[in-house]
């Protein structure tokens, strides 16, 4: 298996500009979740989907951030207009399951740098 | 509310000694209890999980933990530290299929010669 693949692995853009993250997860779960990671907050859950479903996206930061799920095979993660407080790493996760019973499995991540 | 606290941000190491890193959880209905850990510039990868039954579980890279309920504890511990482990650790818990896992701060490992 492939794991849970997340493109690009690296963005360097300006403040300003459109962000687009994307993941494909593992073949066969159910659950998908996007989180970022900073030095200063750790790692905060931003939203995730069951069957390709919204369930909470509480964490989202702000209107800037969007994310769809259009199949089970692909997700994106959306900055628009990006700012230099979104500089992070941007984590992909699938599991079997959207609660406690299944194991999530993460991706490398996007490491962003928005100057 | 849920959540889980990793008292120690940071903690080393030497090569060969055993380590502790520790993890407490709130809310009191019992828990489904997880460690991850996460190399330099990688993703976190499952260590072991605690699900119900012998509270001590056994995970991979020779890493185990124990639930303590009465402490509200799942502890992280290996016998004897490879330069290899230095990596950040979190803790994470669950109560439910329906909701997702709360994931603790982190603490990063340093492991020194």
């Known amino acids: 298996d492939a794991g849970v693949i997340q493109s690009p692995r690296h963005e360097v853009t300006e403040m300003g500009q459109e962000v687009t993250l994307r993941c494909k997860p593992i073949?066969?779960?159910?659950?998908l979740f996007w989180y970022r990671q900073t030095m200063m907050r750790g790692l905060e859950l931003l939203i995730y989907?069951?069957?390709?479903?919204?369930?909470?996206d509480s964490g989202m930061p702000e209107d800037r951030f969007s994310a769809k799920m259009p199949n089970a095979s692909f997700s994106t993660l959306k900055i628009q207009p990006s700012e230099p407080r979104d500089s992070a790493v941007y984590f992909c996760?699938?599991?079997?399951?959207?609660?406690?019973?299944?194991?999530?499995?993460f991706g490398p991540g996007t490491r962003l740098l928005v100057l | 509310a849920q959540s889980v606290t990793q008292p120690d941000i940071h903690i080393t190491v030497s090569e060969g000694a055993s380590l502790e890193l520790r993890c407490n959880y709130s809310?009191?209905?019992?828990?489904?209890l997880f460690w991850y850990v996460q190399s330099p510039g990688q993703g976190l990868q499952l260590l072991l999980k605690?699900?119900?039954?012998?509270?001590l579980v056994q995970g991979i890279k020779g890493f185990e933990a124990e639930f303590k309920r009465s402490q509200s504890s799942f502890n992280l511990r290996k016998p004897s530290v490879h330069w290899s482990d230095a990596a950040e650790y979190f803790c994470?818990?669950?109560?439910?299929?329906?909701?997702?896992?709360?994931f603790g701060k982190g603490t990063r490992l340093s492991v020194i010669a």
């Open positions: 996760a699938s599991s079997l399951s959207q609660g406690a019973f299944g194991t999530q499995y």
């Open positions: 073949s066969g779960h159910n659950s």
């Open positions: 989907f069951n069957n390709n479903v919204p369930i909470d």
């Open positions: 809310y009191g209905a019992t828990p489904y």
């Open positions: 605690y699900f119900s039954g012998d509270t």
């Open positions: 994470a818990v669950g109560y439910s299929g329906n909701t997702p896992l709360v």
